[in-house]
């Protein structure tokens, strides 16, 4: 089970973190992402950072502002985001990592939190 | 960031069978990465439905299928039920260093 914190109304140029509470699985053994929905649009890949916290990525649109990371000893997912836009503007989805081929999947997901970046 | 393109919206009356095709490229699907598919109801997050083209996760009904071609996959709801209805995402890996999802499809019981 993956539990949700952070989140709110940020005033653009502001920042945010968001955090993911793990339960139920053995958290340091996962890779886990960040996916994120703009309100009546798709899903968007975020962020990835590898089961040890030894490798992270990052989608284009927030690679320099953004930054995933994780505390195993908490069983905690977290992602800081800093000089957020309106674009930024979306339900943020925190998600562990499955794979048993050449793509991982995404299972279990978070029940997501609203991130709005307004004045 | 690349994309892979689904159709937006597919429709059909309950009982019938509906087809969502997930379009890809050479470098993802092409490519030889797995696609994956998801069921987002509305309001609540994204719940996995296909595994690697084919494999159902436990619980998930087995009117519920996927397949692949070439550079494309689909999936198919076989026995159309009103409990269906929802958005529905591929999924994959490009080789761009990205993870990349397909542009949804909003399935309508008539």
């Known amino acids: 089970q993956l539990v949700q914190s952070g989140g709110g109304v940020v005033q653009p140029g502001g920042s945010l973190r968001l955090s993911c509470a793990a339960s139920g699985f053995t958290f340091s053994s996962y890779t886990m992402h960040w996916v994120r929905q703009a309100p009546g649009k798709g899903l968007e890949w975020v962020a990835v950072?590898?089961?040890?916290?030894?490798?992270?990525y990052y989608a284009d649109s927030v690679k320099g502002r953004f930054t995933i990371s994780r505390d195993n000893s908490k069983n905690t997912l977290y992602l800081q985001m800093n000089s957020l836009t309106a674009e930024d503007t979306a339900v943020y989805f925190c998600a562990r990592a499955y794979s048993s081929g050449t793509t991982p999947w995404f299972d279990p997901w978070g029940q997501g939190t609203l991130v709005t970046v307004s004045s | 960031q690349p994309v892979l393109t689904q159709p937006p919206s597919v429709s059909g009356a309950p009982g019938q069978r509906v087809t969502i095709s997930c379009t890809g490229s050479?470098?993802?699907?092409?490519?030889?990465?797995?696609v994956h598919w998801y069921q987002q109801l509305p309001g609540t997050a994204p719940k996995l439905l296909i595994s690697?083209?084919?494999n159902r996760p436990s619980g998930v009904p087995d009117r519920f299928s996927g397949s692949k071609s070439g550079t494309s996959a689909s999936l198919t709801i076989t026995g159309l039920q009103a409990e269906d209805e929802a958005d529905y995402y591929c999924q994959s890996y490009d080789s761009s260093l990205s993870y990349v999802f397909g542009t949804g499809t909003k399935v309508t019981v008539l």
């Open positions: 950072i590898w089961y040890n916290g030894s490798q992270k």
């Open positions: 690697v083209y084919t």
């Open positions: 050479s470098s993802n699907i092409g490519a030889g990465y797995d």
